[in-house]
């Protein structure tokens, strides 16, 4: 059993992550950014009000994107050293492969009257060296964690902590997007292996359902090619951070 303290998350190697996740936008991705755009859009988020966090962003720039609009800050809140230097040079001016989510993104007015996503991404980022069990309570207007509890470790004990603390730093009543590798048993980034917790629908549910209000868990389906052993499908859980301990999902 590998807990996220076992790991070496200094020794991540962020290209060859892109190269293998995000080279291309895969058909998933697209949808799932669709739904997290479409989510921010219906929350009615005043813009460029607030301050936005995503959590565990590694090597993965869309969910900051899909914030971006929304937020007149985005915290980058990321463990690994590696991480840390690459989204470094990458914030300050992102490589052209991401124009394909931002054009995603871009299909909704709120997105593409932003002018240019490059310079407001360098203009609004901030990026913090931590782990999400050390994150603060109720400090951000908004939130996204992108395939970071259930990728961090083996242990479903982490995997709950995990989202609890990325709800628990949200502000009551804030938007939220997290996403989940449905199934995943693990995954190997340049020849090195990081551990998985093989969540399903209702276990994303069952950890999230207690801390917010109107909790939606969206499946969606492989499609084209299978990016990690055991993968199948992606979660996408969006809501409201509770205002009194959550409600029932609808
Ligand atoms: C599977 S990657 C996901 C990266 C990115 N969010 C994405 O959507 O592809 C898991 C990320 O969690 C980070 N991580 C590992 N342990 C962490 C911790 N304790 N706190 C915050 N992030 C952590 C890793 O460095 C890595 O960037």
């Known amino acids: 059993m ?19 996740n995000y080279a291309s936008l895969r058909r998933d991705d697209q949808r799932l950014i669709t739904l997290t755009r479409d989510w921010f859009a219906f929350a009615g988020l005043p813009t460029a ?10 090597s993965n720039l869309y969910p900051a994107l899909a914030m971006l609009p929304h937020c007149r800050d985005v915290t980058l809140w990321e463990y690994s050293r ?12 992102y490589s052209r492969h991401w124009d394909a989510g931002w054009g995603v993104l871009a299909e909704s007015p709120g997105y593409r009257d932003l002018g240019d996503p490059r310079f407001e991404l360098a203009r609004r ?9 050390g994150l603060p309570a109720a400090t951000w207007d908004l939130g ?18 995990a989202v609890t603390a990325f709800a628990s730093a949200l502000k009551p ?11 995943s048993e693990g995954y190997a980034v ?10 399903t629908r209702a276990m994303v549910r069952d950890a999230l359902v207690g801390l917010t209000d109107g909790l939606t868990v969206e499946r969606i389906e492989p499609i084209g090619e299978k990016f990690r052993d055991g993968y199948t499908g992606l979660l996408l859980a969006c ?3 509770g205002r009194e301990g959550g409600a029932e999902p609808c």
């Open 239 to 241: 809501g409201r951070i």
């Open 49 to 58: 009000a607030a301050r936005g966090l995503d959590v565990g962003t590694g």
């Open 190 to 199: 340049a020849g090195k292996s990081y551990p998985a917790v093989a969540v």
């Open 82 to 93: 590696s991480n840390i230097a690459w989204l470094e040079t990458e914030v300050a001016a």
């Open 2 to 20: 590998h807990r996220n303290a076992d790991m070496d998350w200094d020794a991540f190697d962020p290209a060859q992550y892109v190269a293998h």
């Open 173 to 183: 009543g804030a938007p939220f997007a997290a996403a989940f590798v449905e199934n």
């Open 144 to 161: 996204t964690m992108f395939f970071v509890a259930e990728s961090i470790s083996q242990v479903f004990g982490e995997f709950r902590a």
């Open 125 to 133: 980022a901030r990026i913090v060296q931590g782990s999400v069990y």
